[in-house]
Nanobody, 126 residues
Framework: QLQLVESGGGLVQPGGSLRLSCAVSGFTLDYYAIGWFRQAPGKEREGVSC????????MYSDSVKGRFTISRDNAKNTVYLQMNSLKPEDTAVYYCAADGRENFYCSGDGDEYDYWGQGIQVTVSS
């Protein structure tokens, strides 16, 4: 059974950092592109970042570019999202998602992904 589990969220002050992890089980991460998404109360889901199965292709939304870094460790079946210089507007539930289609690099469109984690809360507040 394919499963994705996010961890590393919590409460952080503005300007602080968090590292989210997305641990996958039930499949080999090597063949899957991973996306990170977030949804704040009353807002639509937003694609934050994604990484191709090889790790050679990455993408970031304009709102996080230069502050967030996505990476993957296929040996540990885990994808990371390092979040620096956090702002109150980064507050949201963060989700990771996976897709294993051939020739699919990655996408910021959540509809492109088949498998989702349960989400984890990130709150940026003083």
């Amino acid at each position: 059974q394919l499963q994705l589990v996010e961890s590393g969220g919590g409460l952080v002050q503005p300007g602080g950092s968090l590292r989210l992890s997305c641990a996958v089980s039930g499949f080999t991460l090597d063949y899957y592109a991973i996306g990170w998404f977030r949804q704040a109360p009353g807002k639509e889901r937003e694609g934050v970042s994604c990484i191709s199965s090889s790790g050679q292709f990455t993408m970031y939304s304009d709102s996080v570019k230069g502050r967030f870094t996505i990476s993957r460790d296929n040996a540990k079946n885990t994808v990371y999202l390092q979040m620096n210089s956090l702002k109150p507007e980064d507050t949201a539930v963060y989700y990771c998602a996976a897709d294993g289609r051939e020739n699919f690099y990655c996408s910021g469109d959540g509809d492109e992904y088949d498998y989702w984690g349960q989400g984890i809360q990130v709150t940026v507040s003083s």
